[in-house]
């Protein structure tokens, strides 16, 4: 694997940072009195200090190793976001454990999976209440247990148990409380005795394309992104920063070690669909999150403005034509600074601005993307009326972000330059490479796939096609595995076509295939309140979902984004065919990944009828 010398330029170096989070922790609480968590508790909001914080990670961490938990066994979390899942991380790396994260929305077999891969002997599960179409995490636990030899105790935070294996959150705080006590200078040097090269965690790939890989990242990994962060000015200690993002992926992770390292103020939302109303409850100051909720504010913006009856409707359709033909000029390097679509900003993108203000609490000054790519047209769209989106870059494999956009400088369409002491380069094929304090020590009992992404000499194969500017900036264009070989030899990256087509308020997630075949075409859903909307409109019929995906008008909407968006692409990347999915992609039913990209395996395998249908001239509207 050979690579080309295009590296991007470095800021000042920044190494491997020594120590661990816990040590992080026991900084922070040595301004005991400062709140450090916001979070609901019996219906209302409290703040916990970091002093609080800490004495439950000694209780806690002291109870596991009462409990038997010895250093370097692997101690798996299944929980959703919350405090309680944060503490019970840091006391697993005070009892010098390896914590194992799983996602709260994993299916049973997912779950084992991991279990068994990892070969964990401790379960800490939340609560078994029911999730989503889902049976609740610790029935899932129950289902799994016998196929999990080496589980030797499921611990419970919330709700009752049922002997055996099973043990309460609380009776081990107690166990831990008293052994604390008893012996006070046991945590600190537990503690101590962890290094920065020591296995923090396995964290498994959501698996877009196969089984999940599990990568062992150090503490080492996370004090250094910790410091990263700070040192770029992504987050400050002023801030309140909201966090709804899965515990169990990279992401959230990095935002955990950067409120250790810069003690601001970390809120918990209750949960995602509880987001936006916890937003304006708690108005935070900088949100991380993955494109979704992006696309998703962007697109009700859009269908509640257009859909708005007699003027204001048709002033909100005029602007948002005058945005699109904005964000072409942007992309192609135009002006744009028309009288009409200066019109367009004062008389509805400032009005836009202040109900979006207003919905967000009022103080928020900075988002994060990432965990996918972000459309260039959402980024114009919040750049337009005046927040500022950073968009950063990173995988599982590197402890989260490698590449992140400065506050004070921010290129629309790229993820920024390498983080400080982090190397980017190109490869000849395109390939985009990465060295680092982040990189992982390797993948867990895989020692093939280790050596075929990462080189002796520390560059890390990330698996993206991509190409730097002159200022180090970086631009993604698509995943290697993933791009489209069309039969005449056409070239496209299909994620492209995606991103964009999730920008249309009637859409809900798309899947573009071609590989080999004569022409592309597409697997869509439809988001369910814009379909509803569109037929009460028109007068037809409402029904089920799958109903209104057979409706007519629906694929007669469908075909007009299609048609608008193959205008402006060149033949081999238009979409010639498609087809309504009778129901949307989730994770329960396994099409989406935690992170709610579409697992391209999955679907061409679950709708190779469906696919076929497009080639085979069956009845498919196109």
Avoid at 203 to 228: E, F, M, R, V
Avoid at 364 to 374: D, I, N, Q
Avoid at 474 to 483: A, C, E, F, G
């Amino acid at each position: 694997m050979r690579a080309e010398n295009q590296v991007a330029p470095s800021a000042s170096a920044a190494g491997a940072q020594e120590g661990n989070l816990v040590q992080l922790l026991i900084q922070r609480a040595q301004n005991a009195s400062k709140a450090g968590v916001t979070h609901k508790k019996d219906g209302r909001w409290q703040d916990v200090t970091f002093g609080q914080v800490l004495d439950d990670v000694k209780a806690l961490s002291a109870g596991l190793v009462a409990q038997g938990v010895k250093p370097g066994d692997r101690v798996a979390l299944f929980a959703n976001t919350s405090l309680q899942w944060i503490v019970a991380d840091l006391a697993i790396t005070a009892a010098q454990a390896i914590t194992v994260p799983i996602y709260s929305s994993n299916l049973p077999d997912e779950f084992r999976y991991v279990i068994k891969h990892s070969e964990t002997s401790f379960v800490l599960v939340d609560n078994d209440e029911k999730d989503a179409k889902q049976v609740g995490r610790l029935t899932r636990v129950r289902q799994k247990l016998a196929e999990c030899p080496t589980v030797t105790k499921v611990i419970v935070f919330d709700g009752p148990v049922a002997g055996g294996q099973e043990v309460a959150l609380a009776e081990v705080m107690a166990q831990g409380r008293e052994a604390h006590q008893a012996n006070p200078g046991a945590f600190e040097e537990r503690v101590a005795s962890v290094k920065s090269e020591d296995t923090n965690c396995l964290i498994y790939t959501s698996g877009t394309t196969g089984d999940p890989k599990g990568a062992i990242l150090t503490h080492g990994n996370w004090t250094y992104q910790a410091h990263a962060v700070q040192a770029i000015g992504m987050m400050e200690p002023s801030d309140a920063v909201m966090l709804f993002l899965p515990l169990a992926h990279v992401f959230a992770q990095v935002v955990k070690a950067a409120w250790l390292s810069m003690g601001f103020r970390l809120i918990i939302a209750e949960s995602v669909d509880k987001l936006m109303a916890n937003i304006v409850e708690t108005r935070p100051t900088v949100l991380p999150s993955v494109p979704r909720v992006f696309e998703k504010v962007y697109n009700t913006v859009v269908s509640n403005g257009t859909s708005a009856p007699g003027l204001k409707g048709r002033l909100t359709r005029w602007a948002f034509k005058l945005f699109d033909e904005y964000v072409d000029a942007m992309q192609q390097g135009r002006p744009y600074d028309t009288l009409g679509f200066t019109l367009a900003k004062k008389l509805v993108f400032t009005k836009v601005r202040a109900t979006l203000d207003e919905k967000l609490g009022g103080n928020m000054r900075l988002f994060v993307s990432g965990g996918a790519p972000l459309s260039r047209k959402i980024g114009y769209f919040f750049d337009l009326l005046g927040f500022k989106v950073v968009e950063g870059y990173g995988l599982t494999e590197t402890a989260a972000p490698t590449n992140a956009n400065r506050p004070n400088k921010i290129k629309i369409g790229t993820v920024g330059p390498a983080l400080p002491g982090t190397e980017a380069k190109i490869a000849a094929d395109g390939e985009v490479l990465v060295r680092g304090p982040c990189i992982m020590k390797g993948y867990y009992k895989n020692d093939t796939a280790t050596a075929e992404v990462l080189e002796k000499d520390g560059w890390f194969h990330t698996g993206d096609i991509g190409e730097l500017d002159a200022d180090g900036y970086l631009r993604i264009t698509d995943r290697k595995k993933d791009i489209i070989v069309t039969a005449g030899g056409k070239n496209v990256a299909p994620q492209n076509i995606e991103n964009t087509l999730k920008t249309f308020p009637l859409l809900s997630q798309a899947m573009v295939y071609g590989d080999k075949r004569p022409y592309l075409v597409a697997l869509i859903t439809v988001a369910e309140d814009s379909a509803r909307k569109l037929l009460e409109e028109k007068g037809a019929p409402v029904g089920s979902y799958a109903d209104n995906a057979k409706r007519p008008e629906i694929h007669a909407a469908v075909k007009a984004v299609l048609d608008k968006m193959n205008a402006d692409s060149p033949p081999y990347a238009t979409i010639k065919r498609f087809t309504v999915m009778p129901a949307d992609f989730t994770q329960e039913s396994g099409e989406l990944t935690p992170t709610l990209k579409v697992k391209r395996k999955v679907c061409s395998t679950k709708y190779k009828a469906q696919i076929d249908a497009m080639y085979d001239n069956v009845a498919v509207i196109d």
